[in-house]
């Protein structure tokens, strides 16, 4: 007998898929241990004239993606992360699709209000697919502009005919979803048949908005709603802010430019600044205004005026777009 919650009662639990089982029989899980959730087993031993007390167990499975709880948003309709934290997860808020009548998925469908998409309720949990956990990470302190987010998508994959499609809508007025930009493929199969796969997806929030974030899990054509008994579509949502001084830009200017150009060292030296010789009059930094900005102007190729900074070399791409970035959101402090 199994049940994902122990009740003493006896009665009221479900027969193993094995059952009965014969003498001497190796024990056994009959489905995959889903990850936060508690798994009872009862036996006991029977003969022709009667049978033995049960002896139970339960066990937990701890989760292996760590991240901060999400939570539902009664508003949005969709699980939600908060400000000032670098990995989100949605741990068990999406868990399984619809109402399966193993556990039925809370907060059905978990799709954003104004681009809602019902799930349907053909199968049962892990036994047909769905998608069961969304983890949002991202390298900065928090999710910023230009920094990459990464998204890992925990699915129960029925079969290898199963695909996880990832889009993602940067602002909400209205939701306009993309799959421009994300890697390694904004598409990916199932590998194996009955068994729970992690599908990672990259891309790079271009501006300071709140992001929706949808995984679909369908057979192998993208839809942003599909329509089939077994499919399935979860969403969350996250706010991307600009980069800011503190956290993401005087890190670069340490590293690459203060030690020739000591003004940059201080918040006040860089926003207040204004270039000289060639580049005379020129301010540092125009809030909103990359084009206009010395310090952006500089580190491009070709400046207009005086030479490209740092002297025989270069940002990465990803300095110069936090850089920019920063500056487009009104160059904050912190």
Known sequence: MATNIYDPEFSKWRNHSAYPLTANTTWYQDRPFPEGVSRCYAL???????????VWSCATVPYSLIAEC??????????????????????NLVMSRDNLPSRYEQNQPNSWYSSLCNDDGGGDWYSSRSVERIVLSTTSSGFKVSYPISVIVRVFCSSTADFVHLYFSAGTSPVLWSQAGI????SQACTQSNRVEDKTFTFTPSSATLYVIRAVIADSTSLICPSGQYDEVDDIAVKVKCPTYI?????????????????????????????TGYCSGRKYVVSGDPNSSLIYLKITNPPPCGSKMPPGGSLSQ???????NWILGGAPEN
């Open 44 to 54: 006991r031993a029977c003969n022709v004239n009667s049978c033995s007390s049960f």
């Open 70 to 91: 999400a939570m539902y948003n009664d508003l949005w309709k969709v699980p939600t992360c908060s400000e000032g934290v670098n990995s989100w997860s949605t741990c």
């Open 183 to 186: 890697s390694p493929s904004s």
């Open 247 to 275: 956290q993401d830009v005087s890190p670069i200017l340490n590293s690459k430019c203060v030690g020739c150009h000591s003004q940059l060292s201080s918040y006040n030296g860089v926003v207040n600044g204004v270039g």
């Open 318 to 324: 990803s300095e110069i777009d936090t850089i920019k």
